[in-house]
């Protein structure tokens, strides 16, 4: 401790700067708990989620990444000292993962079944039309094998399966390739920030070879060779300070397209000194050989502008936001790619927030929009105590987080279907410039309602899981976390494509009994033929009927499962991510302790036996 002392010694007299010295939890109420005590309320993570990370995810997040601007106001011994406290680990120890495939392992090659990449094709129907495994035989699926992932409490990554391995990231910043039988790992690449895009697989013509995709939550997009998890190409897409990408790049016709967010800004908003808001999203082309971008085409064509002062003396700038949260889908019949988007950050309100956007995939140039909420100027600030940074008390917060999936159906018509925040599920005309063909409520909508992050396209039905998460008493008051209501929210629906007409509704599962539980069904879904998978927040995965949505299996993910690579594991809330299947097999990644959620750390595999 001399020399913490020696180097703490210019500051920790000045005590009106750092009355807090020496005294980490005093550093931390002061710094941090402003945000990441707003349990429920914000996507700050909560403490129980900072106390599984490791101290270099600390460090790193305080000196290079999103807390940046919070590190800076912090000399490094407090930095360091803070790490440590929260974690309760020491810098620089290693924990050795045990698991490590044994011998050499055979060369790997893109044959058998897959599920590559978010939506398991360029549609991003989320629908395998060849499981290996019926409906009848999920009575008998069984757990095969699971894995830990170390260092963190939420896991958000989807895994994708390709040529007998599955290959999946975490916000622990490693992107690991598994053995799909045993679970045993073949690599352990280590990225500069959390991975929580699903990594796609592809075999690129010539001496380019087998290539892994995948960005990271500093908008890092990477290739990393397929065998050996050697570094190939990485580079920075969007050098914003708060720039992210967490929806999966997709691969078409030797380019990658990556979707940007701007999501972290949004929670700098939670200080109200802070100047809201410049960051705004974006899509990128880069070429999938080389990484080299050949096009960017920000959300929101007009730059931000100073407009004016908040109440707290902060410069207020706009516009902003308009991220783009998920997987892109590619039309390559009309030669465009769909995203949506999210809410405006700060005034003024753009005709491209909670919009479906189609870029020209040779130029990025937008081909057309159509906005599916009005009013949205809206930012975390907004749902807490002091909403000094709010632009809109009225705005709904009606983003859209699910990849659109772009269906034919038997007739040759084709439909987008893309569902939104707002609990509504739109039927839109891909041929005439994204036209309503219908729309249908599913649910109630709201911050964290409706539809967020993924529904599934059979060709004939689309199935959307409700969020519709609500909290006991949902007014956000200093030192209150928000408490999970376990009656509220839930229920998955069937809605046919060709008319926008309810098919049939399986109404949510109570979960009262269990501590911070919620039915909310926030989670993507994801459909094989005759059986649609839908995650619980109160870590349910089920399987239901695509006939009527009787429920055919429930596996209960929240509790501690002894893993293949040692490293204590359980699961907890099924949010973000969906589970895939292939090669009869079906995989779930288990745990999310962001917004007020069950945390956890696993990888489970599935089989039919
Ligand atoms: C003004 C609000 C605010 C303050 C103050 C704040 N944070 Fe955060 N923090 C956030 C939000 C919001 C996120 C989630 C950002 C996102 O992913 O969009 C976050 C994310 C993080 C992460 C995860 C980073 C990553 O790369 O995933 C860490 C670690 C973290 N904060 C640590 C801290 C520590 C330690 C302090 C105090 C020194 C602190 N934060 C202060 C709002 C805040």
């Given at each position: 401790?001399?020399?913490?002392?020696?180097?703490?010694?210019?500051?920790?007299?000045?005590?009106?700067?750092?009355?807090?010295?020496?005294?980490?939890?005093?550093?931390?109420?002061?710094?941090?708990?402003?945000?990441?005590?707003?349990?429920?309320?914000?996507?700050?993570?909560?403490?129980?989620?900072?106390?599984?990370?490791?101290?270099?995810?600390?460090?790193?997040?305080?000196?290079?990444?999103?807390?940046?601007?919070?590190?800076?106001?912090?000399?490094?011994?407090?930095?360091?000292?803070?790490?440590?406290?929260?974690?309760?680990?020491?810098?620089?120890?290693?924990?050795?993962?045990?698991?490590?495939?044994?011998?050499?392992?055979?060369?790997?090659?893109?044959?058998?079944?897959?599920?590559?990449?978010?939506?398991?094709?360029?549609?991003?129907?989320?629908?395998?039309?060849?499981?290996?495994?019926?409906?009848?035989?999920?009575?008998?699926?069984?757990?095969?094998?699971?894995?830990?992932?170390?260092?963190?409490?939420?896991?958000?990554?989807?895994?994708?399966?390709?040529?007998?391995?599955?290959?999946?990231?975490?916000?622990?910043?490693?992107?690991?390739?598994?053995?799909?039988?045993?679970?045993?790992?073949?690599?352990?690449?280590?990225?500069?920030?959390?991975?929580?895009?699903?990594?796609?697989?592809?075999?690129?013509p010539g001496e380019a070879g087998r290539l892994v995709f995948f960005a990271d939550l500093r908008a890092r997009a990477y290739?990393?060779?397929?065998?050996?998890?050697?570094?190939?190409?990485?580079?920075?897409?969007?050098?914003?300070?708060?720039?992210?990408?967490?929806?999966?790049?997709?691969?078409?016709?030797?380019?990658?397209?990556?979707?940007?967010?701007?999501?972290?800004?949004?929670?700098?908003?939670?200080?109200?000194?802070?100047?809201?808001?410049?960051?705004?999203?974006?899509?990128?082309?880069?070429?999938?050989?080389?990484?080299?971008?050949?096009?960017?085409?920000?959300?929101?064509?007009?730059?931000?502008?100073?407009?004016?002062?908040?109440?707290?003396?902060?410069?207020?700038?706009?516009?902003?936001?308009?991220?783009?949260?998920?997987?892109?889908?590619?039309?390559?019949?009309?030669?465009?790619?769909?995203?949506?988007?999210?809410?405006?950050?700060?005034?003024?309100?753009?005709?491209?927030?909670?919009?479906?956007?189609?870029?020209?995939?040779?130029?990025?140039?937008?081909?057309?929009?159509?906005?599916?909420?009005?009013?949205?100027?809206?930012?975390?600030?907004?749902?807490?105590?002091?909403?000094?940074?709010?632009?809109?008390?009225?705005?709904?917060?009606?983003?859209?987080?699910?990849?659109?999936?772009?269906?034919?159906?038997?007739?040759?018509?084709?439909?987008?279907?893309?569902?939104?925040?707002?609990?509504?599920?739109?039927?839109?005309?891909?041929?005439?410039?994204?036209?309503?063909?219908?729309?249908?409520?599913?649910?109630?909508?709201?911050?964290?309602?409706?539809?967020?992050?993924?529904?599934?396209?059979?060709?004939?039905?689309?199935?959307?899981?409700?969020?519709?998460?609500d909290f006991v008493d949902p007014v956000y008051r200093p030192g209150k976390p928000l408490i999970r209501d376990p009656e509220?929210?839930?229920?998955?629906?069937?809605?046919?494509?060709?008319?926008?007409?309810?098919?049939?509704?399986?109404?949510?599962?109570?979960?009262?009994?269990?501590?911070?539980?919620?039915?909310?069904?926030?989670?993507?879904?994801?459909?094989?033929?005759?059986?649609?998978?839908?995650?619980?927040?109160?870590?349910?995965?089920?399987?239901?009927?695509?006939?009527?949505?009787?429920?055919?299996?429930?596996?209960?993910?929240?509790?501690?499962?002894?893993?293949?690579?040692?490293?204590?594991?359980?699961?907890?809330?099924?949010?973000?991510?969906?589970?895939?299947?292939?090669?009869?097999?079906?995989?779930?990644?288990?745990?999310?302790?962001?917004?007020?959620?069950?945390?956890?750390?696993?990888?489970?595999?599935?089989?039919?036996?």
């Amino acid at each position: 401790m001399r020399s913490l002392a020696l180097l703490l010694a210019p500051w920790m007299f000045s005590t009106a700067a750092f009355p807090q010295a020496l005294d980490p939890e005093a550093l931390y109420k002061a710094n941090c708990a402003m945000c990441h005590d707003v349990t429920g309320a914000s996507r700050a993570p909560s403490r129980a989620v900072l106390q599984r990370a490791s101290p270099e995810i600390i460090l790193d997040a305080l000196e290079t990444g999103i807390m940046k601007e919070q590190g800076s106001k912090l000399p490094l011994p407090a930095r360091r000292m803070l790490a440590e406290y929260l974690t309760g680990k020491k810098l620089g120890t290693q924990v050795p993962m045990a698991g490590r495939c044994e011998g050499s392992p055979p060369a790997f090659r893109m044959e058998g079944p897959s599920w590559n990449g978010w939506g398991a094709g360029e549609a991003n129907l989320r629908f395998q039309p060849d499981p290996g495994i019926q409906p009848a035989q999920l009575g008998s699926l069984k757990l095969k094998w699971a894995f830990g992932f170390p260092n963190t409490g939420a896991v958000s990554g989807q895994p994708s399966f390709a040529g007998g391995r599955v290959f999946v990231g975490s916000v622990n910043r490693h992107v690991y390739s598994l053995d799909a039988r045993s679970g045993c790992y073949y690599w352990d690449y280590e990225a500069t920030a959390g991975v929580r895009t699903a990594p796609t697989v592809v075999a690129l013509p010539g001496e380019a070879g087998r290539l892994v995709f995948f960005a990271d939550l500093r908008a890092r997009a990477y290739a990393v060779d397929a065998d050996s998890g050697r570094l190939v190409w990485k580079v920075l897409v969007d050098d914003g300070p708060y720039s992210q990408v967490t929806g999966a790049p997709i691969y078409y016709a030797a380019r990658l397209f990556v979707p940007i967010s701007a999501g972290p800004e949004d929670g700098q908003t939670l200080n109200p000194k802070y100047a809201c808001c410049k960051a705004r999203g974006a899509m990128a082309a880069l070429d999938a050989a080389t990484g080299k971008l050949l096009w960017k085409t920000s959300t929101i064509a007009e730059e931000p502008k100073l407009r004016g002062k908040n109440g707290a003396g902060a410069e207020q700038w706009g516009p902003s936001g308009a991220s783009i949260w998920s997987s892109p889908t590619v039309d390559a019949e009309r030669g465009v790619l769909y995203a949506g988007t999210g809410d405006n950050h700060s005034a003024p309100l753009t005709g491209t927030s909670d919009a479906m956007l189609a870029f020209a995939l040779d130029t990025g140039k937008i081909v057309w929009s159509r906005q599916l909420a009005g009013g949205d100027t809206f930012n975390m600030s907004c749902v807490t105590a002091d909403t000094t940074n709010c632009p809109s008390a009225e705005a709904p917060d009606f983003d859209i987080g699910s990849s659109p999936n772009l269906v034919k159906l038997a007739s040759g018509k084709r439909v987008l279907a893309v569902g939104q925040k707002s609990g509504i599920l739109w039927g839109l005309d891909p041929d005439h410039g994204g036209a309503v063909l219908w729309k249908v409520a599913v649910g109630k909508g709201g911050k964290l309602g409706g539809i967020q992050w993924g529904t599934a396209s059979d060709g004939t039905n689309a199935y959307a899981a409700v969020s519709d998460m609500d909290f006991v008493d949902p007014v956000y008051r200093p030192g209150k976390p928000l408490i999970r209501d376990p009656e509220k929210g839930g229920g998955l629906f069937a809605i046919q494509l060709a008319t926008g007409e309810k098919v049939w509704n399986a109404p949510a599962q109570p979960c009262a009994g269990r501590k911070g539980c919620s039915p909310a069904q926030s989670a993507a879904v994801t459909a094989i033929p005759g059986a649609v998978f839908s995650g619980s927040a109160d870590g349910h995965m089920r399987a239901y009927a695509t006939s009527n949505g009787k429920i055919l299996w429930d596996f209960d993910t929240a509790r501690e499962f002894p893993t293949v690579n040692g490293v204590k594991a359980n699961g907890g809330s099924l949010d973000a991510a969906g589970p895939t299947v292939a090669g009869g097999m079906l995989f779930v990644t288990s745990g999310y302790g962001n917004w007020g959620g069950l945390p956890g750390n696993v990888l489970l595999a599935f089989g039919v036996e």
